[in-house]
């Protein structure tokens, strides 16, 4: 098994016109997910890798039953997009775009409510459950069908993990990029109570970042209802304060937001932490000896 | 983005909340002749985006346009060193001369926005002109919160909450309503991140205004702000950081180390730093090159480092995904091309298109150090800055 995407997955691609939308389009139809249909506004009755492409996502999903959906719109556009596909009924979005106004995800949260829908991200890499689907842009073949859940703020940060991870031969169950902004469709406690569901993730591994205090939320989470081996690494203890590292959520910000903090809550909760980043896969192998 | 005080009164001030009379001046006579417009004392305030001016003496009073002309000279050209600021302090090009009021109390008000709520929350406490993280962690029962309902807007009831919370008088709770309201306007339409007043002080005369305010914007929301954009001082920005920011070097955050990083990722970047720090050495830069399609990023992350005097050694690691391992190879043999490289430099390349990048690099004869894994390329830049090889 896995989390939130498999074989069962139809997936629409919210701008696969554009230039990053049909090159992943292409690379996740290769790596063996359903896409069902494509959605750019006036591109409608056209083709993109073969994949019909529709002018608003309500058609989309009557014609083709899609139920998942990516979204690679510029950040302008890119909350409405949200919106129009929770509109639609689509269950699981994930949204890649990075550096959309804060104003408008404020918005888009306050349509969300009460709908049916999940998001993921915004400001992520998206999402892949090996061997049997990738909603996401990360490269499919360092990864490996296996039992560890891996879930992360971090894009490039999760592609060093996995490496390490297949290179001990260690291979996942699903591969969760929660995204890099300060507001979040999905939080770290989301995930974790889906790993803790899953009959066949068995160990987790967690890559928190400075900024906020979703690892802390996260460590109470761990305490209280997961029973599974958690291993973590929390980026950016050697981080200034006051300084927004990249990722837009990613500051510490007075006495917020610390590395050394969330990972005393981690490891107080029981999670054991990975010394060093490069070190992250063979903390898990000793974990799951 | 940040703005000075004196940008951010004038917002203020047009968005219907009151501030001190005053003006903006770049040299003493300017100074002179605003404070000679104002009557009685005047403040003289250095315009820097850090905090701790007042102690870091930055603001001076002046009794009379003389006095304030002399303050100003003192100010003006000189920097700033304040607990917020770096070493070498922050330059102050103008300052802000302003009348001195008569403070009967000092609140505090700001709106931020509340990530695990996902909504604007507006702060209000009695407890103004001091550190407001200082006052959460002592006395939160002063901390009064109200959350915004994007859809609904602004209502005046949660003025009045806060008004009457903070113990206002009942003259004064309608302007302060109207304040908080006007305020809110602001911080909405401006895609503000943070609105910040402290103190806002009630006056000898019973009015209610803003004594030191503090605007941050959304850097995603500029695209839509011409206005605010152009608010921007580059003066105030760290020269390495302003170099790289116009060769299109976006994620670049100077630091105090002898590494220069080139990473894809912002969190990929935070862990170089981490295990650089982990090794033994310190990182001299964070920069996340993001998503490469073309070697010129990378020429000119090269560039940014051999300008940078305390550069000993330059870490290239990334994790091909959306970037890929080859362009980067390319980029480096350009820069090696381009640019006179008196220092190691160790690459890591892994990921998309690895192989072709490693063979790229490997038949160019330039002169770098391979690294094997993540930590292997921290370990040999950490030896390569101290001088030896690993």
Known sequence: MSILIDEKTRLLVQGITGGEGSFHTQRCIEYGTKVVAGMTPGKGGTQVSGVPVFNTVESAVKETGANASIIFVPPAGAADSIMEAADAGIALVVCITEGIPVMDMVNAYSFLKGKPVRLIGPNCPGLISPGKCKVGIMAGEIHKQGNVGVVSRSGTLTYETVAQLTGFGIGQSTCVGIGGDPLLGTNFVDILKLFQEDKDTHAIVLIGEIGGTMEQEAAQFIKERVSKPVVSFIAGASAPPGRRMGHAGAIISGNTGKAQDKMAALSAAGAIIAPNPAEIGITVKKALK | ?390
């Open chain 2, 1 to 390: 983005m940040k703005i000075h005080e004196y940008q951010a009164k004038a917002l203020l001030s047009q968005y219907g909340v009151p501030v001190p009379a005053g003006d903006v001046a770049s040299t003493p006579a300017e100074a002179k002749k605003i404070a000679a417009g104002l009557e009685g004392k005047v403040a003289v305030k250095a315009q820097v985006y850090a905090g701790g001016r007042g102690k870091a003496g930055g603001i001076k009073l002046a009794a009379d346009a003389a006095e304030a002309e002399k303050s100003a000279a003192g100010i003006i050209g000189a920097r700033l060193i304040t607990h917020q600021t770096s070493a070498k302090g922050a330059p102050v090009g103008k300052v802000l001369v302003e009348k001195v009021m008569e403070v009967r109390r000092e609140l505090y008000l700001s709106i931020v926005i509340d990530n695990a709520r996902k909504m604007p929350v507006m702060i209000a406490s009695e407890a103004g002109g001091m550190d407001i993280e200082e006052v959460t962690r002592t006395s939160p029962e002063k901390i009064l919160k109200v959350h915004i309902d994007p859809a609904a807007g602004w209502q005046d009831f949660e003025g009045r909450k806060l008004a009457y919370g903070m113990n206002l008088s009942t003259a004064q709770v309608k302007p302060a309503v109207k304040l908080m309201a006007n305020l809110y306007r602001l911080f909405r339409e401006k895609d503000c991140s943070l609105a910040e007043i402290n103190p806002l002080v009630i006056t000898a005369d019973d009015k209610i205004m803003a004594l030191d305010a503090k605007l941050n914007f959304d850097d995603s929301a500029l695209f839509r702000h011409d206005d605010i954009r152009q608010l921007h001082d580059p003066a105030q920005d760290d020269p390495f950081e302003a170099r790289a920011s116009e060769m299109g070097i976006k994620n670049y955050i100077k630091l105090n180390g002898n590494i220069g990083c080139m990473v894809n990722g912002a969190g990929l970047a935070m862990a170089v730093l981490d295990l650089i720090n982990f090794c033994g050495g310190n990182a001299a830069n964070f920069l996340d090159i993001g998503t490469v399609n073309n070697t010129n990023a990378v020429v000119s992350a090269f560039k940014v480092f051999t300008a940078d005097p305390d550069v000993k050694a330059i870490l290239v690691n990334i994790f091909g995904g959306m970037a890929r391992a080859d362009t980067i190879a390319r980029g480096i043999i350009e820069a090696y091309q381009q640019i006179d490289i008196k220092v190691p430099v160790v690459v890591r390349l892994a990921g998309t298109n690895v192989t072709e990048g490693k063979r790229l690099l490997a038949e160019s004869r330039i002169n770098y150090i391979e690294a094997a894994d993540f930590l292997d390329a921290a370990r040999k830049a950490v030896a390569a800055a101290k001088g030896g090889r690993d």
